[in-house]
């Protein structure tokens, strides 16, 4: 009798687990991704006294709410950016603050290597970050997800016959880090799914399959597209 209690209060424990797990993750993540954003916005209201935004009369961390009207003047803030980048004087004012910064030693290292990762990603290249592959990886006969950045420059092939492809290969279940690696052409395989699909693969460490999978031998051509 205690056997048959203890396995249906597992199983019905199991059952609730998957359930509310997915719920649970999801506001933790949210709740992490604005706590973590708002140490950042929340400079914005430093105009403001301490007493009335910060709790324990200025001592303590910042009212909720006052860190999401940060938040929001955050937004605003960017979408007025993005809206002087679109006429004449906001480009020529761009243009002055990249100058003054490209010109702060040590700085300009971290500015210049950040603006060309933005503009990598954001920009029209459709092989940039969006085509998923597969690679032999960390070793041959091991395979895992990648995704291809760029062909190699000129210069870092020890081969110059062999054209190669940079390939950043994530890890999980954070795909924030990861590695760089160059790959010769032939031996990297292109894989029939998205970009989101190839993150969402790599964060659910692998438990979400894909929806479509290569056909056997496809080799990626980066030539087409």
């Known amino acids: 009798m205690n056997k048959s209690l ?20 999801s ?14 916005t929340d400079t ?5 006294p301490k007493t009335l935004t910060h709790q324990n009369h200025g001592e303590g961390p910042m009212y909720w709410y006052w860190s999401l009207l940060a938040l929001m003047l955050a ?5 007025v950016v993005g809206l002087l980048a679109r006429n004449y004087f906001g480009k020529k004012m761009i243009e002055w603050i990249d100058t003054a910064m490209l010109r702060i ?3 300009n290292k971290v500015y210049s290597a950040t603006k060309q990762v933005n503009e990598a990603i954001t920009s029209g290249n459709k092989s940039s970050f969006k085509t998923v592959v597969l690679v032999e990886f960390p070793r041959p006969g091991m395979h895992t997800l990648g995704f291809i950045t760029s062909e190699q420059p000129q210069g870092l092939n020890a ?3 062999e054209k190669l492809v940079c390939v950043f290969v994530p890890t999980t279940p954070n795909p ?13 395989t292109k894989l029939e799914m998205s970009a989101a699909e190839g ?4 964060v659910s460490l692998g438990s979400i399959p894909p929806e479509f999978m290569p056909p056997a031998g496809k080799v990626l051509n980066t030539s087409e597209s």
């Open 75 to 79: 937004t605003a803030l960017v979408a």
């Open 176 to 188: 924030t880090g990861g590695f760089l690696v160059f790959v010769p052409e032939d031996n990297v």
């Open 105 to 107: 030693p040590l700085l």
């Open 199 to 202: 993150i969402k693969y790599i």
């Open 159 to 161: 081969n110059p016959a």
């Open 44 to 48: 914005l209201l430093i105009f403001l």
């Open 27 to 40: 506001v933790a993540l949210l709740v992490w991704l604005f706590s973590t954003v708002a140490g950042i």
């Open 6 to 25: 203890f396995a249906r209060w597992r199983a019905n424990f199991l059952t609730g687990l998957a359930v509310v797990l997915p719920g649970i993750v």
